[in-house]
């Protein structure tokens, strides 16, 4: 019997399985979701940015037709409910812990943000929910605000927290102070910036969504929410807030309409419907509407930065100093005190050899909404400044930014940066070289004269980013300030006819793990895609999780489904070498048949698989029946994809209105295992780094604490019309050197990529009217003053 | 109060009660538990519950109802016909047009009712007529490359 063509679905754009449900309206989203006896909640939530609570009366709203119950603050306060965690701890300088106000799951005295929860109301409908809010009174003590980020410090602002002095959350600092102080001492040239990374409205278009219920059965919760880490959330909810063990609480994250990070928090919604559904006896079901979500789901970014880089006399960076003053919002976020600190400064060595960093991080509580983590958290925040101080040296020491970027460029590997990271490997020159190449830098003299001859001012700007990924090992990232371990699991369970079940403790919300991890499994077992069936997001079914963030899936969750295939290949091999009556060192495994090497003895995939089930002729005596195995990975490091990123962009001097003309990505993922999936990931996060860059921001009224930018009518979300056609290329790539497939992860990379290559082509074509330095979002409105007031100048 | 409305939906003829108030996508998910049309925002600007009335695309959280009586509706799970996806869902697939799938049932009814009215769409004629739904996955690169190439299998199918 010839062996089968070796299957090659590792490395092949496979359509994906997950499509056809999606296409015919037959996904299953929370909301979808509708439970026998449905009530539904809905939120009261603060008009004010800061106000004490002096009386809610809830009387007419009680007796409001279809009501079932309201509950508020100090009713989850009497019943000993906990406040929620944060999951990171942080030290400031002085060795002493950051400050963790309480964040009850609803307000009680006090409210500190517009939006933040005071009761919930649950009825038999959505409207009567609604009509019985409108009848609960409420008095609130107003008090004055703290909004802005850069002087929330200051002295004399309010404070967000009675227990906080001067509202700082932490005072971190990383690196080494001395030399990076020395190195500036003696540096040739010292290039200076102030970095606005605005504040940014995650905006998944599916808005957060729980459907809870209680079981009076088995004394147990089931809770569908929309979220990218079920387990993490049944962990939080069970162990920190409610006092449950996990067993009583069953958490589903059904189809789950993109996250960008706003989809990890355990949030007080959340909490509240699961502990209310108990008290009224009924699943209770609660959507955002997409203001709330704007007023609710966790912001990203908002850094003010100063950052320096010093040079010596042959263009080499000899030090950078950073100092970031980052808003964690009214309440710590589940992972917000890490954004800014451990996944921030550890990646502003960027790709070059800079031999002393420093960095100092400030965290300030506002009457704002929670921040935390945004498609790239904290990377998209040090690669914008990394990026922006490299091309504006460039401009000030007139040489080529390209030129300056490879006199700097890491070449040997491993690299031990002096933020604490070791690039294991890496090729930044390739991707850089190929980059121009796609992006005809050579022709763009031509194209910027003819530009010229319309009355246009074109520019180009570049940015090669390094991104950590892979979240992580869980020793370090204990050492670091994490309370939970960052491993994945997966299980493999092969049925009795030789199908496959995974159960992995990555989740999907539009990455399409259902067909990446299935093309994984069935290369590897030789059988046919369709096959393997991929199961995600429920913490009832699959062994453990720590979910989807961090561009982690495939390097941290596809490392332990290839663990575990590893045991089921080996006990499959015992099997085989029973049946063949050979030794299992014998038996070799490929495209799905176990042959006694140099022989033609074989038996099949399903020849095995089913006598595990049916263990009629099975070593019992030496091994149990069946093939199901579980395994748990840990990453040794963290993973480092990297890339080069062009945009060119033409810039109308009349009306300050820019177009991005050509933007070209070239990224070092490493292996590949679907180069379809992996450049749409990079398409999106293009879109999002372009959106920052040109669109998106997040504004509150600087006096009041009022969102103004509070819906898609005030909050510029990029259309199709505002976004350029890319040209992305998956560079052959280095592979990652220590996961079993080679992979590094490709989530966030445009994300954190583009901001910079965007501004830094912007002011390039700015540059020859004298202006220097322009702040994200580059509107019309802003490119036009920038232009006006150099001129002015 | 109630109303009696009879009206098409994917082809089957649907007499309903609805109160005044009820939207039309309310209406669709929740009478009629067809939950492929989406809600993905609070002021008409997201595309999500996209559907087509009397096969124009429309938004239909900005309809009542009651003001599709009489009218033929088309959600997303009309658009394949025995099990055979339609041209443009088809496009969706083949381009990898969709990630979370959140906005796909919007984008692909916008899309197909755009392309049954002007076959021969320029790239950046399609850009512009997406206006109306957003899409935070995909950058909207695939889905811009799959409204073009379901337009040609439109075509190449009437």
Same mark, same amino acid.
């Given at each position: 019997m010839n062996a089968p063509e070796q299957q090659k679905l590792i490395g092949a754009g496979v359509k994906r399985k997950e499509d056809y449900r999606f296409l015919t309206g037959a996904g299953q989203y929370t909301d979808d979701v509708v439970m026998p006896q449905q009530s539904y909640g809905v939120f009261l939530r603060s008009p004010h940015a800061h106000a004490k609570i002096a009386r809610i009366d809830m009387e007419a709203a009680l007796n409001s037709p279809g009501v079932i119950g309201i509950f508020i603050g100090k009713d989850m306060a009497g019943e000993n409910v906990g406040g929620l965690p944060c999951g990171w701890l942080i030290h400031s300088t002085d060795g002493s812990p950051m400050h963790e106000p309480p964040h009850p799951v609803i307000a009680h005295d006090k409210v500190l943000h517009v939006g933040d929860q005071v009761a919930l109301v649950v009825a038999e409908s959505v409207k009567e929910a609604k009509d019985a809010l409108e009848l609960i009174e409420v008095d609130y003590d107003e008090l004055p605000a703290t909004v802005d980020t850069a002087s929330a410090s200051d002295a004399g602002q309010p404070l967000v927290h009675d227990s906080v002095p001067n509202n700082v959350c932490y005072n971190w600092g990383h690196g080494d102070k001395a030399a990076t102080d020395a190195a500036f001492a003696k540096a040739a040239h010292v290039t200076t910036l102030d970095i606005v990374n605005q504040r940014l409205v995650p905006?998944?278009? &599916?808005p957060r969504a729980v459907n809870a219920s209680y079981s009076k059965h088995d004394d147990s919760y089931t809770v569908y929410v929309a979220n990218q880490n079920p387990h993490v959330e049944r962990l939080l909810m069970a162990a920190f807030v409610l006092s449950l063990p996990e067993s009583k609480l069953r958490v589903i994250a059904p189809d789950v309409g993109g996250g960008f990070g706003s989809k990890i928090f355990l949030y007080p919604e959340d909490v509240a419907l699961t502990w209310a559904s108990k008290k009224v006896g009924r699943p209770i079901k609660w959507v955002a509407e997409r203001s709330e979500a704007f007023l609710s789901d966790a912001h990203g970014r908002d850094h003010v930065t100063k950052a320096e880089l010093a040079l010596d006399k042959d263009n080499k960076f000899i030090g950078m100093r950073v100092h970031t003053t980052a808003n964690m919002g009214a309440y710590l976020s589940t992972f917000a005190s890490s954004i800014p600190t451990v996944l921030y400064a550890t990646l502003l060595a960027g790709q070059y050899t800079t031999p002393a960093i420093y960095a100092e991080v400030k965290a300030v509580f506002t009457n704002t909404v929670p921040v935390d983590a945004y498609r790239g958290a904290g990377r998209p925040e040090a690669t914008y400044v990394v990026e922006r101080l490299v091309e504006t040296a460039a401009r000030e020491l007139n040489i080529d930014p390209v030129e300056l970027r490879r006199r700097n460029?890491?070449? &040997?590997?491993p690299y031990a940066t002096p933020v604490g990271l070791t690039y294991d490997i890496g090729d930044y020159d390739a991707c850089l070289n190929r980059a121009l190449e796609l992006a005809d830098v050579a022709g763009f003299a031509k194209r910027r004269d003819e530009s010229k001859q319309k009355g246009k001012l074109r520019g180009i700007g570049y940015s090669c980013y390094i991104e950590a990924c892979g979240l992580a090992p869980s020793n370090v990232a204990g050492a670091l300030g994490a309370r939970a371990g960052l491993f994945e699991a997966g299980e493999v369970r092969v049925h009795p006819t030789g199908s496959v079940t995974v159960f992995t403790g990555s989740h999907s919300h539009g990455q399409g793990h259902e067909t990446t991890f299935a093309q994984v499994v069935a290369d590897r077992l030789g059988i046919a895609i369709e096959n393997v069936e991929i199961i995600h997001g429920d913490t009832g079914r699959i062994p453990f999780g720590m979910g989807t963030y961090g561009s982690r899936s495939i390097s941290v969750g596809g490392s332990a489904i290839m663990k575990a295939l590893d045991k089921v290949e080996a006990k499959a091999k015992k099997i085989a070498a029973h049946l063949l009556e050979a030794s299992a060192e014998d038996i070799e495994f490929t495209n799905g048949v176990f042959r006694v090497k140099g022989t033609d003895r074989t038996k099949s995939f399903v020849d095995v698989s089913l006598a595990a089930y049916v263990p009629h002729n099975f070593p019992l005596e030496t091994m149990e029946p069946g093939l199901n195995e579980n395994a748990f990975y840990d990453p040794t490091n963290f993973t480092y994809p990297s890339g080069a990123y062009v945009c060119e962009v033409e810039v109308d001097q009349d009306t300050g209105e820019t177009r991005i003309e050509k933007f070209t990505a070239v990224d070092d993922f490493g292996n590949v295992i679907n180069p379809m999936i992996v450049e749409g990931q990079v398409h999106g996060g293009l879109g999002q780094g372009i959106g920052q860059a040109m669109l998106e921001r997040c504004v509150y009224d600087d006096s009041t604490g009022q969102l103004l930018s509070g819906s898609f009518m005030d909050y510029a979300m990029p259309h199709a019309s505002d976004l350029p056609n890319f040209t992305v290329e998956t560079a052959k790539g280095t592979p990652c050197t220590h996961n079993p497939l080679g992979v590094k992860g490709c989530g966030e990379a445009g994300a954190i990529g583009s901001p910079p290559a965007v501004i830094n082509a912007i002011l390039d074509a700015l540059a020859p009217l004298g202006v220097k330095d322009l702040q994200m979002p580059a509107t019309p409105h802003r490119v036009w003053t920038a232009m006006h007031n150099a001129q002015r100048a | 109060m109630a109303l009696s409305i009879s009206l098409t939906v994917n082809g089957k003829p649907v007499t309903a009660t609805v109160e005044p108030h009820v939207l039309l996508v309310q209406f669709l998910r929740d009478q009629l538990r067809l939950t492929g049309t989406h809600i993905g925002c609070d002021t008409a600007q997201c595309g999500a519950c996209t559907v087509h009335l009397d096969g124009r695309a429309i938004k239909s959280c900005n309809i009542l109802a009651a003001q599709a009586d009489g009218m033929e509706v088309t959600t997303i799970e009309g658009m394949a016909k025995d099990g055979q996806l339609h041209p443009m869902q088809a496009a969706f697939r083949e381009c990898h047009g969709l990630q979370c799938g959140f906005c796909t049932p919007g984008m692909v009814m916008s899309a197909s009712a755009l392309a049954a009215q002007s076959p021969n769409l320029s790239e950046e004629e399609v850009r512009e007529q997406l206006d109306g739904n957003l899409c935070r996955c995909t950058g909207y690169h695939n889905i811009v490359k799959a409204v073009l190439q379901g337009a040609q299998n439109m075509k190449a199918g009437a």
């Open positions: 905006n998944a278009i &599916e460029f890491i070449r &040997e590997f | -």
